[in-house]
């Protein structure tokens, strides 16, 4: 008793720190706890998650093989093993596990889950599609086990299958952001295009706005931008290529929505002005659209910033904690203006997964980027950036998700 009251401050501090993402003070905090309370499984269970979310695999393997030596039947210990021996790529040790854990309890939700991301990333697509299938029968509340049954059958070429899938997820979350991401490609490769296009129209759903359109003169417009390139070249939070995020060659920062600097308080204005431009602009849209039905009452901001430079691109991507998300341009290299470069540098809302097969084309739009313009859009529509050419000149904006509070 008397070791748990003295390792429970520390693991309360290092729980602070890792619902904030700040892994390794997270880290130091369960190591401190797991020192002070050797016998209690919940300073092994915080601390390996704490090691995967660095990629310390391998010392998270045995530390939690240790835990399970004093507590073998702690299914959270059990679990986060099988994740870092998947983080490991030691996936057929990983599998093992997990089928242990099944045939002792054939109706566990989460390690059939489990097999399945596995198997979906190995290439076992129906094994994959069998078992989120399995996780979303027992477990139907989860939208991510269907929206991983629809991504499985889209992989093993079963569009229409997938359809039925995510409309699993969207029956109780409307607003599942990567089912409705995955079956925008299922319509298309189904050929299903109006569907698709009252889903995910990125002519119809997203926007144009300029600082221009709030009366903000060139000179007030040159000094906000130049102050947001100065506070993101200095910007502690700025890494390059961080593998969480879909960043090639370029530097993303971390989330700066609390930041306290001039130019990003005017930014966050332009925001919000942005967002009074889309909710008026919903008063078209079919009140059944799960994009209008998900409004939000309240958000929360989340902001960042991202420095493209020579041969740098963003992968197509999604934002899944977003409702709207958006993209103001600070700095644009001239090459976007060039006709002969292929659009290097520009917007593009709509293209495919790379790692998704698709014998049909998406609905795509290409837009231009422009200093002082932002384009907002469904934080569900994919989006990418056409790669620059090497030796370009930067290419900075800000980014946003507005996320139901």
Same mark, same amino acid.
């Given at each position: 008793?008397?070791?748990?009251?003295?390792?429970?401050?520390?693991? +309360?501090?290092?729980?602070?720190?890792?619902?904030?993402?700040?892994?390794?003070?997270?880290?130091?905090?369960?190591?401190?706890?797991?020192?002070?309370?050797?016998?209690?499984? /919940?300073?092994?269970?915080?601390?390996?998650?704490?090691?995967?979310?660095?990629?310390?695999?391998?010392?998270?393997?045995?530390?939690?093989?240790?835990? =399970?030596?004093?507590?073998?039947?702690?299914?959270?210990?059990?679990?986060?093993?099988?994740?870092?021996?998947?983080?490991?790529?030691?996936?057929?040790?990983?599998?093992?596990?997990?089928?242990?854990? =099944?045939?002792?309890?054939?109706?566990?939700?989460?390690?059939?889950?489990?097999?399945?991301?596995?198997?979906?990333?190995?290439?076992?697509?129906?094994?994959?599609?069998?078992?989120?299938?399995?996780?979303?029968?027992?477990?139907?509340?989860?939208?991510?086990?269907?929206?991983?049954?629809?991504?499985?059958? =889209?992989?093993?070429?079963?569009?229409?299958?997938?359809?039925?899938?995510?409309?699993?997820?969207?029956?109780?979350?409307?607003?599942?952001? %990567?089912?409705?991401?995955?079956?925008?490609?299922?319509?298309?490769?189904?050929?299903?295009?109006?569907? +698709?296009?009252?889903?995910?129209?990125?002519?119809?759903?997203?926007?144009?706005?300029?600082?221009?359109?709030?009366?903000?003169? /060139?000179?007030?417009?040159?000094?906000?931008?130049?102050?947001?390139?100065?506070?993101?070249?200095?910007?502690?939070?700025?890494?390059?290529?961080?593998?969480?995020?879909?960043?090639?060659?370029?530097?993303?920062?971390?989330?700066?929505?609390?930041?306290?600097?001039?130019?990003?308080?005017?930014?966050?204005?332009?925001?919000?002005?942005?967002?009074?431009?889309? %909710?008026?602009?919903?008063?078209?849209?079919?009140?059944?659209?799960?994009?209008?039905?998900?409004?939000?009452? %309240?958000?929360?901001?989340?902001?960042?910033?991202?420095?493209?430079?020579?041969?740098?691109?963003?992968?197509?991507?999604?934002?899944?904690?977003?409702?709207?998300?958006?993209?103001?341009?600070?700095?644009?290299?001239?090459?976007?203006?060039?006709?002969?470069?292929?659009?290097?540098?520009?917007?593009?809302?709509?293209?495919?997964?790379?790692?998704? /097969?698709?014998?049909?084309?998406?609905?795509?739009?290409?837009?231009?980027?422009?200093?002082?313009?932002?384009?907002?859009?469904?934080?569900?529509?994919?989006?990418?950036?056409?790669?620059?050419?090497?030796?370009?000149?930067?290419? =900075?904006?800000?980014?946003?998700?507005?996320?139901?509070?």
């Amino acid at each position: 008793m008397r070791q748990a009251q003295n390792a429970q401050p520390f693991l +309360e501090e290092g729980m602070r720190a890792f619902n904030s993402r700040q892994y390794a003070a997270a880290e130091s905090g369960f190591r401190r706890a797991l020192d002070l309370a050797p016998d209690l499984a /919940p300073c092994y269970v915080n601390l390996t998650a704490a090691l995967n979310a660095q990629g310390k695999c391998d010392e998270a393997i045995s530390l939690c093989e240790r835990g =399970l030596a004093r507590f073998p039947d702690n299914q959270d210990l059990v679990g986060n093993l099988a994740v870092n021996l998947d983080g490991a790529k030691r996936y057929d040790d990983a599998i093992a596990l997990l089928e242990r854990t =099944l045939q002792a309890q054939p109706r566990n939700a989460r390690a059939h889950h489990h097999v399945a991301t596995i198997r979906l990333k190995t290439g076992g697509y129906e094994e994959a599609a069998t078992h989120f299938r399995q996780a979303a029968e027992i477990d139907p509340r989860n939208p991510l086990s269907f929206s991983g049954w629809g991504e499985a059958l =889209l992989k093993a070429g079963r569009a229409t299958q997938a359809i039925e899938a995510f409309d699993g997820a969207l029956r109780n979350h409307p607003f599942d952001v %990567r089912s409705l991401a995955l079956k925008t490609l299922a319509l298309a490769e189904t050929g299903r295009t109006e569907d +698709e296009r009252w889903l995910s129209d990125p002519f119809r759903l997203a926007q144009t706005l300029r600082l221009s359109d709030v009366g903000c003169p /060139p000179a007030v417009q040159q000094a906000m931008n130049a102050g947001l390139a100065e506070f993101a070249a200095s910007h502690p939070s700025m890494q390059e290529d961080p593998p969480e995020n879909a960043t090639y060659k370029g530097w993303h920062s971390g989330n700066l929505a609390t930041a306290r600097h001039p130019a990003v308080d005017e930014l966050k204005n332009f925001i919000g002005y942005a967002l009074e431009e889309r %909710r008026k602009s919903l008063a078209s849209e079919d009140p059944a659209h799960p994009f209008v039905r998900a409004m939000p009452a %309240r958000f929360n901001l989340h902001l960042w910033c991202v420095k493209l430079v020579g041969e740098g691109k963003m992968v197509p991507h999604i934002h899944t904690s977003g409702w709207l998300s958006g993209v103001y341009y600070v700095d644009v290299p001239d090459v976007v203006n060039d006709e002969r470069a292929g659009q290097a540098g520009w917007l593009r809302l709509g293209p495919a997964r790379h790692d998704i /097969p698709m014998t049909r084309e998406p609905i795509v739009r290409s837009l231009k980027p422009e200093t002082g313009l932002m384009y907002t859009f469904p934080s569900y529509i994919w989006h990418e950036t056409v790669p620059l050419p090497a030796g370009s000149r930067q290419r =900075l904006c800000y980014s946003y998700d507005l996320q139901p509070a």
